[in-house]
């Protein structure tokens, strides 16, 4: 079974008091061109850097960034085409634009309900560090206002402490405690930012 793949939902009514005093709101700090179809992320050097849509042929690329960093909890081939050809998700690939366009990082996000889920976020492990993952993020997060969703919502392994406080410092709180969610041995949270 895919860890990220489980689709964890929280019913809430449209004016819910999940927490007014969670509210965030982030700054833009992208400047999209037509439509998402591809921009330029700000940097020291500010074309270094765009997130565009996935396509077929970065799959191999995703394969091996999910195997170096989940071993054997990664997705497979199948998973990133189910999301790739599946209307409802939305999947960015983060590339350097000076290195021969390789990719650098990814985020898969699908929309339900008026919230957005965050599906899968990483990056290559010779990157992390450097605020790419934040980078996305956002972007993700641009991309769900956008949608006009209420919230986004993630799970993340409860010692996976860099995403973890990725996600506090761009205003996520864990809502709920997963126990066992990733595995028998392995919990999680659910986080969420509301919009």
């Known amino acids: 079974m895919i860890h990220s793949l489980q689709y964890f939902h929280v019913r809430r009514k449209k004016h819910d008091t999940l927490s007014d005093k969670y509210f965030f709101c982030m700054p833009s700090e992208v400047n999209m061109n037509n439509v998402y179809q591809t921009f330029t992320v700000p940097s020291n050097n500010q074309n270094q850097y765009r997130i565009r849509p996935m396509n077929e042929t970065d ?7 999910e195997q170096m960093t989940w071993a054997n909890q990664s997705w497979r081939s199948k998973d990133f085409l189910h999301a790739l050809n599946d209307p409802v998700y939305s999947c960015w690939i983060l590339e350097s634009n000076t290195t021969d366009d390789i ?5 898969i996000q699908y929309i339900l309900n008026d919230v957005a889920h965050i599906a899968n976020l990483c990056i290559h492990p010779n990157r992390r560090g450097l605020g790419l993952g934040g980078r996305l993020l956002r972007h993700m997060i641009d991309y769900a206002r956008q949608c006009d969703a209420s919230a986004v919502e993630l799970e993340v392994h409860t010692s996976n402490t860099n995403a973890y406080r990725l996600y506090i410092n761009h205003g996520f709180r864990i809502f709920r405690f997963l126990p066992r969610f990733y595995s028998e041995y392995s919990d999680g ?6 919009l």
Do not use: R, S, T
């Open 189 to 194: 949270y659910l986080m969420i930012l509301i």
């Open 103 to 107: 990719v650098l990082g990814y985020g």
């Open 59 to 65: 799959i191999d690329a995703l394969i091996a960034i």
